[in-house]
């Protein structure tokens, strides 16, 4: 049942995420023959664009009359993003470990444990996100493909790598994912998810981002979560919206 009081979040990760790439940042990826990108070197860079700044900023899920308020804070010293929301507390957290994750959870200030990999298909609070997009366990899956080049308009209209990436283990909600990743800035503007039967679930789409002259950076100011039944219907959607960062003193 929808409320307009959620509970709350804090979810801290050592990469940056998809769902809220808020700093683009600008990073160099060497093309290989034929001028295009190597797709196993610009997924890493895609995995390890992190903003080497810290900063606070606060945002909110909307689904419906489902309003869930957070606050994120990047903390350079810890290469973490973490996310706060109001109670009860849980933390999730996704560690980078020499090209391996870890995804723990920590609730009611107990000591964290690995996630169990069958609740990587569960909603987050009622939402479209689940544990599995996090987690972007996808971004370590082996021989990802470039498919092709897209225009994508985000406000502007940007150019990016179109790359597939196979589920290695039957395991997740996942078989197959493309991700969309931006030319100049790397960060992921569009994802798509298939079910094990190839037929089109999941969504993520950034639908518009600003310049900011003090960051000298694009930031996320809203992105859409689609969830789609197997007839290809968008059947629910959440929306995620960012304020400016402050940075941290």
Known sequence: MNTDAAPAVEICYAMKLFLIPVLFLLPTV???QGGKPDPAKLVREVRYSQAEQSYDL???LEKGRLKIPFKMSMIEELSMIRFRFTNPTQIISLVLKDNRYELTEQVAGQKPKELAQSRYGENIRGTDVTYEDISQRFLYWPKPKLVGEEKLRITVLRDT???RLDNPRRLGPYGVVK??????SKALLQVE???????????????????DQEFG????EKMRVETIDHKGNRKEKTYMAMDKPVKRK
């Open 30 to 32: 060497i093309l290989a």
């Open 58 to 60: 606060t945002g909110k």
């Open 161 to 163: 790598w179109v790359v």
């Open 179 to 184: 991700i969309w990743i931006d030319k100049e």
């Open 193 to 211: 998810g298939f079910d094990w039967e190839g037929r089109k679930i999941k969504r993520f789409e950034v639908i518009n981002v600003q310049k």
């Open 217 to 220: 950076m694009w930031l996320l």
